[in-house]
């Protein structure tokens, strides 16, 4: 069974930076991708980035581009999302997903509080 386990949520400061991460079990090798979503009260869903395990490719969102870094690290199966300069207008749960590619997505985490105070 797979399972996504989002840590490292919290409260910072606009202009600070926290760093989430997606641990993930249950998949038998890196023929998958994980993908961080977003979603603030009273509003959709927003798909932030993407990264592909087995070969490392990754996709951005424009909201984020310059500021959010998406990487893995294989042997300890854990994606990481690295928020620099973040913005009130980041504040959200933050939600990891799991597919075979960067879209649609099986597996969904549970989601970890983001909150950027102004």
């Known amino acids: 069974e797979v399972q996504l386990v989002e840590s490292g949520g919290g409260l910072v400061q606009a202009g600070g930076s926290l760093r989430l991460s997606c641990a993930a079990s249950?998949?038998?090798?890196?023929?998958?991708?994980i993908g961080w979503f977003r979603q603030a009260p009273g509003k959709g869903r927003e798909a932030v980035l993407c990264?592909?395990?087995?070969?490392?490719?990754?996709y951005y969102s424009d909201s984020v581009k310059g500021r959010f870094t998406i990487s893995s690290d294989n042997a300890k199966n854990t994606v990481y999302l690295q928020m620099n300069s973040l913005k009130p207008e980041d504040t959200a749960v933050y939600y990891c997903?799991?597919?075979?590619?960067?879209?649609?997505?099986?597996?969904w985490g549970r989601g970890t509080q983001v909150t950027v105070n102004s």
């Open positions: 990264i592909s395990v087995s070969d490392g490719s990754t």
């Open positions: 997903a799991a597919g075979a590619l960067c879209w649609p997505y099986d597996y």
């Open positions: 249950g998949f038998t090798d890196d023929s998958y991708a």
